[in-house]
């Protein structure tokens, strides 16, 4: 009697541990693809941590390209808005001296400059006691030619 008990023990075990056995390789297989989809996930992150890296240069660099182009802007804005003035100052200057167009040229006389209205008065300003000419540019008149 004992020896079937113990052989029916025997077997018991052999089927647990078979039965074990079977989980086990279950669990292994389960692990290992566990594991790869760590590996694929550790990897995939790696390749977004590059993909920001490169976004970030590139939002710095366009960062870097705009404070520029703002300068340049800055610096066109500035000659604009000198040139805007040279050229309020240079139509002071010689628009007042501008005759209609009446078709008669201007005359000259020393230290005295055409003003509004077709009188002449003293140049404010050495070198504006010059007479301006009208020449014909183009078929028009250039008023605008200091001669």
């Known amino acids: ?14 089927q647990d541990v078979g039965t074990d056995h079977e989980m ?17 996930n550790r990897r995939g992150i790696e390749q977004l941590g590059g993909t920001v890296n490169t976004l970030k240069e590139g939002h710095d660099l366009s960062n870097r390209a705009m404070r520029n182009m703002k300068g340049a802007l800055d610096h ?3 000659t604009t808005h ?3 003035n040279e050229l309020k100052e240079t139509n002071a200057m010689v ?3 501008l005759h209609q167009d009446t078709g008669a040229g201007f005359t000259s ?3 005295m400059v055409p003003a509004l209205g077709g009188t002449l008065q003293r140049s404010p300003q050495p070198g504006l006691d010059k007479p301006i000419k009208k020449v014909l540019k183009g ?9």
């Open 24 to 40: 086990l390789m279950t669990a292994r297989s389960k692990v290992a693809m566990a594991n790869a989809a760590a590996e694929a």
């Open 1 to 14: 009697h004992g020896v079937r008990q113990v052989s029916t023990a025997l077997k018991k075990v052999q």
């Open 109 to 111: 006389i020393p230290g």
């Open 76 to 78: 066109v804005s500035a």
């Open 82 to 84: 000198a040139v805007k």
């Open 95 to 97: 628009l007042p001296n």
């Open 139 to 147: 078929g028009s008149l250039n008023r605008m030619a200091w001669l």
